[in-house]
């Protein structure tokens, strides 16, 4: 927001319902989408016909316990914020406990909270910032930074053995863009801003910083410098370790700033150090980023191959070529087919007429010896500048899918994908409501093996479902394409029995997906952080000695386990 407009109060922040994702009032739905059901019920066997969704949880039904906040520490800060902006209630502490990964809505939905946080804070400046962390080391409690809690990694989650009085620091009230440089193509934004009010901020000038991860609506600037978030328009703007230049980082003895200036020769990386430290090292109250001007014209094209490997030899030819597109993705058969099953049933004239020419061309495939479902993998990519820099590039990549077996579409598919990009995360809370746990995976691989980790994960989910006897429904997609490689984002969904032994299936299968990256050669993963949920396998990622450097930064800079401890690393 302008430097004039008063900021939000604590209660007028951003958040998501305590229980789910996103706004109370929206949810999926399967009626209007008439292959989805069929998929459900030939890959997970849930008969959505006959399937009861369970309730949306009721808090006032749940056993919250009470903050254990001492009155004297909730004077200071209550001096420190102001008391509109210190919130104790039971909905706050309960939705601040957890972010979004599924053992955390597991343990949400179901109470019996081993742990809340005693206290949530909205600080409005970085002198707050700093009184805040001073209270807290003065009464040795613990400081969780928080952003829009989005995170599927536990990176926000209490320790349950934590005994001392646990404080979550929200950072939405710092929520503006400071200053744009606009020669240099710099921005200066307070860390607690939301993705929509940070491209709603830079937009109204001319400016794009470019960074769209799924998450984008529920979460902040600073939650994806603490996590190294990735974007997916990452191919053209960077990850978000490229966007930002410089941090501000309030830390137990001072203020840590690193400028934002091209090149840096000052010894190890200290700026490399804080982006995904996860609140360790301190909380990240400005980063100055890269800005770009709004391309004049926009335009995301969809692609068909006939099978994965034809797929691939496209999106490594087109990393290799002369173009540079915003992103560059590339959907399995199996997650090919789940997108024509999220497909609505058309009303309108021009709905169905595009329904009748698809059908028509996926005839023709056939018979052209194409497999329609479950083998042929849909493609998009997107590309921005003046006109003819885009009819230019577009020529080029339409050659490139040609030379390796595929088709266009067109910008039809492309304009559906890039409007419902962000709605997919609704889903979750659907198929949780029917006993169905939606979840995700990714890492990175490089060209020359991605292939075989792509076969490999496959294996170990389906061996797994094959031991256990229950089915099993995965599929994935390239992205974030880089000169050496890409990200494989694997998607997975499996039926749960019941509440009593849920997290234990569920890991059953997460445990073997991601055993299987670092197995095969890859990272724990390529862009959801470290937290809690992937530290197992933290020291097969970055080696025992190096996970051993990491505790060192963390106890020489936090002697007292004050910031966020026991993430990333442990203890």
């Not at 369970?54 to 254990?68: A, C, F, Q, R, T």
């Not at 190890?268 to 800005?291: A, F």
């Not at 007292?560 to 990333?568: D, F, Q």
Request: a negative charge; glycine letters at 10%.
């Amino acid at each position: 927001m302008s430097a004039g407009t008063a900021r939000p109060t604590a209660r007028e922040v951003r958040r998501h319902k305590w229980w789910g994702w996103g706004q109370d009032d929206v949810a999926f739905r399967h009626d209007n989408k008439p292959a989805f059901a069929p998929l459900a019920r030939d890959k997970i066997s849930l008969d959505l016909a006959t399937s009861v969704p369970d309730p949306d949880p009721d808090l006032s039904l749940l056993e919250v316990p009470p903050s254990g906040l001492p009155e004297a520490v909730r004077e200071q800060l209550a001096s420190a914020v102001g008391e509109d902006n210190l919130l104790l209630e039971d909905e706050f502490r309960v939705l601040h406990s957890f972010g979004r990964s599924l053992p955390d809505l597991v343990r949400v939905r179901a109470g019996g909270y081993e742990r809340l946080v005693d206290a949530v804070v909205y600080p409005a400046s970085e002198d707050e910032i700093e009184a805040v962390l001073r209270i807290v080391l003065d009464h040795d409690l613990v400081l969780i930074p928080y952003g829009g809690g989005s995170c599927i990694s536990g990176s926000v989650t209490p320790d349950p053995a934590e005994r001392r009085p646990v404080i979550t620091l929200n950072m939405g009230r710092l929520d503006r863009v400071v200053d744009i440089d606009e020669t240099a193509g710099l921005a200066r934004v307070e860390a607690g801003v939301y993705g929509p009010d940070l491209e709603e901020q830079l937009q109204e000038r001319g400016w794009t910083m470019g960074h769209f991860p799924d998450s984008f609506t529920y979460s902040t600037l600073g939650g994806w410098a603490a996590t190294r978030s990735s974007g997916m328009q990452s191919d053209k703007y960077g990850d978000i370790e490229d966007i930002v230049r410089g941090l501000r980082v309030v830390h137990p003895r001072g203020v840590i700033s690193t400028k934002a200036i091209p090149g840096r020769d000052s010894g190890p990386s200290l700026h490399e150090l804080l982006l995904g430290s996860e609140g360790r090292l301190g909380i990240i109250s400005e980063c100055t980023v890269q800005v770009h001007r709004v391309a004049s014209v926009r335009q995301v094209i969809a692609y068909m191959y006939p099978d994965w490997e034809h797929g691939i030899r496209g999106m490594h030819a087109i990393a290799r070529s002369e173009v540079s597109p915003t992103f560059t993705r590339l959907s399995d058969g199996p997650e090919t087919e789940f997108s024509l099953a999220m497909v609505k049933e058309p009303t309108s004239t021009k709905g169905k007429v595009a329904a009748k020419v698809q059908d028509t061309l996926f005839a023709y495939l056939r018979s052209k010896g194409w497999q329609t479902q479950g083998e042929m993998c849909i493609s998009y990519v997107c590309f921005e500048g003046t006109k003819e820099h885009v009819e230019r590039e577009k020529s080029i990549v339409k050659k490139i899918v040609s030379r390796n077996g595929g088709i266009t579409l067109g910008s039809g598919p492309g304009a559906i994908y890039d409007q419902k990009k962000f709605d997919t995360p609704y889903l979750r809370d659907f198929l949780m409501s029917h006993q169905v746990f939606g979840d995700v995976c990714d890492t990175g691989a490089t060209w020359s093996r991605i292939n075989e980790i792509h076969s490999r994960v496959y294996d170990a989910f389906h061996a797994q479902r094959r031991e256990v006897g229950k089915p099993g429904f995965m599929f994935c997609h390239m992205s974030h394409s880089y000169h050496a490689g890409a990200c494989l984002y694997f998607t997975f969904a499996i039926p749960y029995e019941s509440e009593e032994t849920a997290l234990e299936e569920y890991y059953g299968a997460k445990r073997r997906v991601q055993q299987a990256f670092v197995d095969h050669g890859s990272t724990v993963s390529h862009h959801h952080a470290v937290g809690t949920e992937h530290q197992p396998w933290i020291e097969e990622d970055i080696t025992s000695l190096g996970a051993d450097v990491i505790r060192g930064v963390f106890a020489q800079n936090d002697p007292g386990r004050n910031l966020n401890p026991g993430k990333i690393v442990s203890p």
